[in-house]
């Protein structure tokens, strides 16, 4: 037990002086927290909607193979993304391998999934009929969306926070496709790995270590309390009509 | 394009050759994916279905807990393992770190939470009262749990397929804790991201495609059982 106390005295205080590269590697992973849960909203939501309201041929195995990119592994992504990335692949002349536009790039990919999964999960679980009864009332597409938002929040912000915490605490692609460069475009986890690596320093892993815990933590918790308080306005019909 | 259809076609005979090294990487995965599993069952059911169909103090502090372990970054695990298992740490009699043993702790231990955390969740997602009437009607603990995970068994093996999937994709922790040790502690994700980092990207490529076959045929498997068994729900009768 003397180790560990010994450890972490020695890292709290690097936490509470302000080092810069604490500072820094923790401004990039919010960064990349916000930039992959947003970017992947704004792509999955529409996607999500379509898959759980749209009544067309191939909507079932669509969803399947959403679900399956669930369980793609991180690592995978990341093979991908260098395929894509180097200058021999595709998307190799906008020279973004190893940049921190690439661990972007990368946590979006591995949020997305999260969004466009669970989305149409949460949709197809409210109660049946309610979205057919909009549809008789009359609802537009645009309204019908709204509707099931509002009523699926709960499971679409179910779907955000496994976002978020994928964007937070994945490292199999970020090293990858970003390299891991110290003090760059290193997240909070992703440091914490080099930090145990060959030149390891237990203490700097251990400060990166407690601020992941904390902005997990807290980020969980604010999304946590959004989610329940909405939750007691669940099926309001009234508007639908308007 | 050219060059991504060419590492592409590069990568299939790696596979088709059936190298010996391939091999053993896949042999390790699948044993780190069944034992990290298969604790994680055997530890976290019982736990699951305290939680989830217990009635006692704290029980949604517990609930609550178990949702946040969840949220647990798997290097962050790792670390925290790692500073248990060196020489000078509590554990470090047992000489853990960088051996297969450590990625073995590792894998179960991240498995752990997705069993627990859904086994309570789909356990309290019965509908009400069937375990009330279970009790009123006189079943004994073991009857009552036994209806439990019967009952609720399309979550619960929702948890195991969720489980399974971190012991085979996760990276974090194991290489943490293992050191990611070519030809030695290594799963096919660990060994892609080894090989991928080195810019070997035929080899991460052959492993990647391996890791997704395994993905697929493990995961569909539980997948299809899962829906297989989802037809007879609700049968009272055998309670008593």
Same mark, same amino acid.
């Given at each position: ?50 898959? *759980?309201?749209? @009544? ?8 399947? #193979? !959403?679900? %399956?990119? =669930? &369980? +793609? $592994? ?17 998307? *190799?002349?906008? @020279? ?8 972007? #790039? !990368?946590? %979006?990919? =591995? &949020? +997305? $999934? ?20 909009? @549809? ?35 490292v ?20 914490v790995v080099q930090e145990v690596g060959?030149?390891s320093?237990?203490?700097?892993a251990?400060?990166?270590g ?33 | ?73 798997p290097v962050l695990v790792g670390f925290f393992l790692l500073l248990?298992f ?11 770190p960088i051996?297969?043993?450590a990625v073995?702790?590792a ?64 990276v974090g922790a194991i290489v943490v804790v293992g050191g990611n ?9 660990s ?50």
């Open positions: 037990m003397g180790y560990l106390w010994h450890q972490l005295s020695g890292a709290v205080p690097l936490i509470f002086q302000g080092n810069p590269y604490i500072l820094r590697v923790t401004w990039v992973t919010i960064q990349v927290a916000a930039v992959a849960t947003g970017l992947a909203l704004i792509i999955g939501l529409p996607l999500g909607l379509t898959l *759980g309201l749209g @009544r067309f041929r191939g909507r079932r195995t669509l969803q399947i #193979l !959403a679900n %399956t990119t =669930l &369980a +793609l $592994p991180p690592v995978l992504v990341g093979v991908l993304g260098l395929l894509f990335l180097l200058p021999q692949g595709p998307f *190799g002349s906008l @020279r973004i391998e190893f940049t921190l536009s690439a661990v972007f #790039l !990368a946590q %979006t990919l =591995l &949020a +997305l $999934p999260y969004i466009v999964a669970l989305t149409p999960a949460a949709i197809q679980g409210l109660p049946p009929g309610l979205l057919a009864q909009a @549809r008789v009332l009359g609802a537009g597409r645009l309204q019908l969306a709204r509707l099931a938002l509002r009523e699926a929040k709960i499971g679409v912000m179910a779907a955000v926070i496994a976002a978020l915490g994928s964007a937070l605490s994945e199999g692609a970020v090293i990858l496709v970003g390299g891991n460069v110290q003090g760059y475009d290193q997240t909070l986890a992703s440091a060959p030149d320093n237990y203490q700097y251990l400060a990166l407690i601020v992941l815990l904390a902005l997990v933590f807290v980020l969980m918790a604010v999304l946590t309390v959004l989610q329940q308080r909405t939750s007691g306005i669940n099926l309001r019909f009234r508007q639908v009509a308007r | 394009m050219y060059a991504l259809w060419e590492t592409l076609r590069a990568a299939v005979p790696l596979i088709t050759k059936g190298n010996p090294y391939l091999f053993s990487i896949i042999w390790f995965t699948i044993q780190v994916a069944a034992v990290g599993t298969a604790i994680a069952v055997v530890i976290g059911l019982p736990i699951g279905l305290v939680i989830g169909a217990g009635r006692f103090r704290g029980r949604r502090i517990l609930h609550a807990f178990a949702n946040a372990s969840l949220g647990l970054p248990l060196v020489p000078q740490g509590p554990l470090g009699g047992l000489q853990l051996t297969r043993r073995f702790i894998q179960t231990v991240l498995a752990l939470p997705y069993v627990v955390a859904l086994t309570a969740a789909a356990v309290q997602g019965l509908p009400p009262g069937l375990l009330a009437q279970a009790r009123v009607l006189g079943a004994g603990r073991r009857q009552l749990y036994t209806l439990a995970l019967r009952e609720a068994r399309i979550g619960v093996i929702a948890g195991v397929i969720a489980a399974l999937g971190t012991t085979l994709s996760e040790v070519y030809g030695y502690d290594q799963t096919l994700a060994a892609a991201l080894f090989e991928a980092n080195a810019v070997h990207l035929t080899d991460a490529v052959a492993l990647g495609m391996v890791l997704v076959i395994l993905i697929l045929i493990l995961m569909g498997g539980l997948g299809a059982l899962q829906q297989w068994g989802g037809g007879i729900r609700l049968r009272f009768r055998t309670v008593t």
